[in-house]
């Protein structure tokens, strides 16, 4: 005997590979449904917002890199223009000072973005590294503008003969001081939202796989009154049956016990 199976017009409730009933439909808020046309418009309006206002953050960048890279002091004789210390490093300095400003304000800006939208989004990651690379473009210029004048010979002439004046401020790793604040941001942000970002719901498995612990149904199993009945003499019978509500079931011999018990088995020849 074996235990009842499902009937086949009958699909199993349990079974997680089952098609959907027909006319279901997903739900308007379902993992699996599209943005619309005016959430990207909006996608589209966050970044770029946050494109300008980083990018306008470059501006105090340059101020502060103006305020605070070394100078590079130069010297003139009325021929040339030279170098006052041969030997010195306000030149690496100055980049070196654009280079740490840029990764600071790379940091501060990713806090900024993700502390206002922590959803985070392609767009606002996308605004971050266009914002930060556009601002630093304008933290060199304006570094730059209104630093020393790039014109030297006037400069020089104009502060005479052995008088020590300041080289123009600029840039000598261009590319690598101003990626250094796009990629700051987007590797901050991307570390913010992995530790602090929202998680998505775990998925309920108690409807596919049930409850743990679950009972058994009763009378899924084998039958409870089927077994073994002894016959007398060296004769047995086999009761059949399947197990009810009350657990007993209908024993029928096969007659062969009696005539075992009075004959014997195997029976004798005459």
Known sequence: MTAPLTPPHEPDPHDPWAAPPSGSRLAPGG????????????????????????????????LLWLWLAP???????????????????????????FVLLALAFGLLSAVAVFLLRRRGGISLVVGLAVGGLLGSLLAWRVGTWLGPTSDVVAHAKQAGK??????????????????????????????????????????DLGEFWGAAGAEPVPGAGFGAGSGAVSGPGHGSGFAHGSGDASGSGDASGSGAGEKGGAEGWPPRRS
């Not at 080289?167 to 602090?196: D, F, K, N």
Request: proline letters at 8%; charged letters at 15%.
């Open 31 to 62: 993992p699996a449904s599209s943005p619309t046309a005016a959430e990207r418009r909006a996608e589209l309006a966050q970044g770029a917002a946050t494109a300008a206002l980083v990018a306008a953050t470059g501006l105090l960048l340059g």
């Open 71 to 97: 100078r590079v002091p130069l010297v003139s004789d009325d021929t040339a223009v030279f170098l006052k210390n041969s030997e010195g490093e306000e030149a690496i300095g100055a980049d070196g000072t």
């Open 162 to 203: 052995g008088v020590t004046f300041d080289a123009p401020l600029e840039l000598h790793a261009v590319g690598a001081a101003v990626l250094a604040w796009p990629i700051a941001a987007m590797l901050a942000h991307l570390v913010l939202t992995w530790v602090w970002g929202p998680r998505d719901p775990e998925p």
